[in-house]
């Protein structure tokens, strides 16, 4: 595949074809490290999100004490990267899995989380063999009934065999709701983060009682950590969102009741406009294999009265929806699209065209795509 050059012009590029703004980008990490230091939490941002060693490192460089990976494979692809501190927040299990986990961890300073005696066995067997420590937060189900110990004393008794199982070291808890981030409305999503920090608080409670040191509380999102703070028992955020932002996310509400615009958007879907064939609309070259469905429609950017729909694998539909609209797109021009779910929008791709003043900076590979084991 031909690749511009740098200096190339957004225009000139050839599409469909994932477009990063590392101004804005630069802009969001630097705003999110701020936000955790006065708010006197370490941030380990999410690297699920972009899936590349490049933006993590310079999440670090801000001031993130590492970052988060949810599958060993992303870990494998940071490590290779030159990223030093990993949380895999997610159960680890199997053989293999946990011999790549620990051997990572002799490389590396690895964590990882656990709702399950029989896993913390099995972990602890894979890190002894290796010869390594490996860093464990016990899983705490806050209300998402995803994975994690809804059972506070339950979570307690783990930490205790955690702490007592040779290889491992019991670190804290991870505190993470997955299901509240995207909440629509301020006062609504306060509501949600203030019920699962109640829940928090009776395993912190049931930790102190076992005489269980929490280290690290890990938790908090995007979208709730203006509510899940240090105040309430945390002690690093997991956001990971905020360094690309996308419609979902910015649809939840602010707190001045509008659009949260605490970040940019510095991730879009660069389309060409292939057909003008029809009446009443345009067709791009951007359709369900360009971006993902989960997170809802897409949204153009920059062409206010016009709205996207899928009109297939490969194609898009743009409609006329407003008196006032910008003018009908031409055969060959370029639109950029705001995905409705980033993370799943950039799994389907392999590059990152990454540009500064509308011109292209470099081509960054996204380096852990696929990475699902």
């Not at 690093?236 to 615009?261: H, N, T, V």
């Not at 011109?359 to 960054?364: E, K």
């Not at 590979?365 to 084991?373: E, F, K, N, Q």
Request: hydrophobic share 40%; charged share 20%.
């Amino acid at each position: 595949m031909v690749q511009p050059l740098p200096g190339t012009e957004l225009a000139e590029f050839d599409t469909p074809v994932l477009v990063v703004d590392i101004d804005a980008v630069q802009r969001n990490i630097e705003r999110m490290a701020g936000i955790a230091r006065a708010a006197g939490v370490a941030l380990r941002p999410h690297a699920k999100t972009h899936k590349s060693p490049n933006f993590a490192r310079r999440q670090i460089a801000a001031g993130a004490v590492g970052i988060c990976c949810q599958k060993v494979g992303e870990a494998e692809v940071m490590v290779a990267g030159g990223v030093t501190d990993i949380l895999v927040t997610n159960e680890i299990v199997g053989r293999i899995k946990l011999a790549r986990l620990a051997g990572l961890a002799r490389l590396v300073q690895i964590r990882t989380v656990a709702d399950n005696a029989e896993a913390v066995a099995w972990l602890g067997k894979a890190a002894r063999s290796a010869g390594v420590t490996i860093g464990v937060l016990v899983d705490c189900d806050l209300g998402h009934a995803r994975t994690g110990l809804a059972d506070p004393r339950a979570a307690a008794e783990l930490g205790k065999i955690v702490a007592h199982t040779d290889g491992l070291h019991f670190d804290g808890l991870q505190a993470y709701h997955g299901s509240i981030q995207h909440t629509e409305g301020w006062e609504a999503r306060r509501a949600a983060s203030d019920a699962a920090n109640a829940r928090l608080q009776g395993f912190r409670t049931a930790f102190a009682e076992a005489k269980l040191a929490c280290r690290i509380v890990s938790g908090a999102g995007t979208g709730t950590y203006p509510f899940q703070t240090a105040a309430a028992g945390y002690t690093e955020w997991q956001c990971g969102s905020y360094i690309f932002m996308d419609r979902e996310y910015r649809d939840a509400k602010g707190e001045d009741g509008g659009p949260l615009r605490t970040f940019e958007h510095a991730l879009t879907m660069l389309a060409s406009v292939v057909s003008v064939a029809g009446e009443n609309h345009c067709v791009v070259d951007a359709g369900y294999k360009a971006l993902s469905v989960d997170g809802g429609e897409p949204e153009l950017q920059g062409l206010p009265g016009w709205t996207f729909g899928f009109a297939g694998d490969e194609h898009g539909r743009l409609r006329c929806t407003g008196a006032e609209a910008a003018p009908r797109p031409r055969l060959g021009d370029k639109v950029q699209i705001i995905p409705g779910h980033g993370d799943t929008t950039i799994n389907l791709h392999d590059d990152y065209y990454v540009v500064s003043g509308g011109r292209l900076v470099g081509v960054w590979p996204v380096a852990a795509r696929g990475r699902v084991r």
